[in-house]
C-alpha cells in the first residue's frame, strides 16, 4: 500500500504558493503524470524538481525521467578533427535566431579548429588560445559587439587516438547534438560514426557498467528499494528483486551493452567488435542541458526603456 501524507490547509496553502504551473508543467512533460500528482510531488519535495521526480518514482507513479534533458539555452555544438585529435564544443547565445547566423556560424568554427589544435586542458587555456592576433576570448567578446547577443563558450573536450583507431563525428539537428567517439582497435570511421550516431539518439550515460559511479549506483538502489517495498513484496524476496533491477539499470545506461540502433539484434559492443574495435570513449553535447532558459517579459522590456 502507498504511504499517504498529509498537509494541513494552511501549510499547503503556503507551500504552494512556490510552486508555479511552470514547475508542475516542467514535471509534468518529464514524467507524464497527471497534473494533480505533479503538484502534490512537489508540494512534498518543497519545490525541487529532482527531488519530485525521485519521489513520483518511488510511488510507482513516473518511469526514471531524464533530468539533465531539461534543454533551455541557444546555440549549437560543433566538431573538428586535426589527425589523432578531436574536440567538441558547446558556443551558446541567447536566441536561436543568432544560432543560425552565418558570423555565429563562423566564429563556431574558427573556435572549435583552434582548440582541437592547440589542446587546452582548462577553459582558461581555451580562451587563451591565439587566432591570429586574437584570443578565442577576444573573438567571443568581438562577436558579442557585432551580432548583438551575449555568446559565450561554456565548454568543451578534447579526444585523442593512436594511428589505428577511428574517430566518429555526428552533429544532429544543425548541432543541437553534438558527438565524438573514439574506437580503438579498428580505423573504421564509418563505424565510429554509427556509434556516434546511436550515442545522439539513446543518450547513454557511460561506455560501460564498470564506469558506473557508485553515487548513481546508489541512489538508483535506493529508489528500487523503495518502489519494492511500495508494490508491497515480502522483504525476502526484495533483495533478489533488486538485484535483477539494478541489473537490467546498467545495462540500459551502458553504451556497450544498449541494443545498437542500426540492428536492435546486436548490442552496440557486438556491433563494434564485428568491426574488430572496441568503444574506448564518447562525449555527448546538447546544447543548453541542465542550463535555465531567459524568460522575456516583453511588456516589463517595453515599460525599461521607457523608464516607467
Known amino acids: 500500500m502507498l504511504r499517504q501524507f498529509f498537509i494541513r490547509p494552511e501549510e499547503e496553502t503556503n507551500k504552494m504558493a512556490n510552486i508555479t504551473a511552470k514547475l508542475v508543467k516542467e514535471l509534468r512533460d518529464m514524467t507524464g503524470v497527471g497534473m494533480m500528482d505533479a503538484k502534490k510531488a512537489l508540494v512534498e519535495v518543497e519545490g525541487d524538481i529532482d527531488k519530485a521526480v525521485d519521489f513520483l518514482r518511488e510511488k510507482g507513479l513516473a518511469k526514471a525521467a531524464k533530468k539533465a534533458d531539461r534543454i533551455a539555452a541557444e546555440g549549437v555544438t560543433a566538431t573538428y578533427v586535426d589527425g589523432n585529435t578531436a574536440a567538441l564544443i558547446e558556443l551558446n547565445s541567447e536566441t536561436d535566431f543568432v544560432a543560425k547566423n552565418d558570423k555565429f556560424q563562423a566564429l563556431v568554427a574558427t573556435v572549435v579548429k ?25 573573438l567571443i567578446l568581438e562577436g558579442t559587439t557585432v551580432i548583438g547577443e551575449k555568446l559565450s563558450l561554456r565548454r568543451f573536450e578534447v579526444l585523442s587516438k593512436a594511428d589505428g583507431d577511428a574517430f566518429g563525428e555526428y552533429l544532429h539537428m544543425g548541432g543541437r547534438i553534438g558527438v565524438l567517439t573514439v574506437i580503438e582497435g579498428s580505423d573504421d570511421s564509418v563505424a565510429a560514426k554509427d556509434v556516434a550516431m546511436h550515442v545522439a539518439a539513446i543518450n547513454p550515460r557511460y561506455v560501460s557498467r564498470e564506469d558506473v559511479s557508485e553515487e548513481d549506483y546508489k541512489h538508483e538502489e535506493k529508489i528500487q528499494t523503495e518502489i519494492a517495498l511500495n508494490e508491497g513484496k515480502p522483504a525476502n524476496i526484495v533483495e533478489k528483486m533488486i538485484k535483477g533491477r539494478m541489473n537490467k539499470y546498467l545495462a540500459e545506461i551502458s553504451l556497450t551493452e544498449q541494443a545498437f540502433v542500426k540492428n536492435p539484434d546486436q548490442t552496440v559492443a557486438e556491433f563494434v567488435a564485428s568491426k574488430g574495435g572496441k568503444v574506448k570513449t564518447f562525449v555527448r553535447y546538447e546544447v543548453g542541458e541542465g542550463m535555465e532558459k531567459r524568460q522575456d517579459n516583453f511588456a516589463d522590456e517595453v515599460a525599461a526603456q521607457m523608464g516607467k
Open 114 to 138: 583552434a582548440i582541437a589544435e592547440a589542446k587546452p586542458a582548462t577553459m582558461e587555456e581555451a580562451l587563451a588560445v591565439k587566432v591570429g592576433d586574437k584570443t578565442i576570448e577576444e
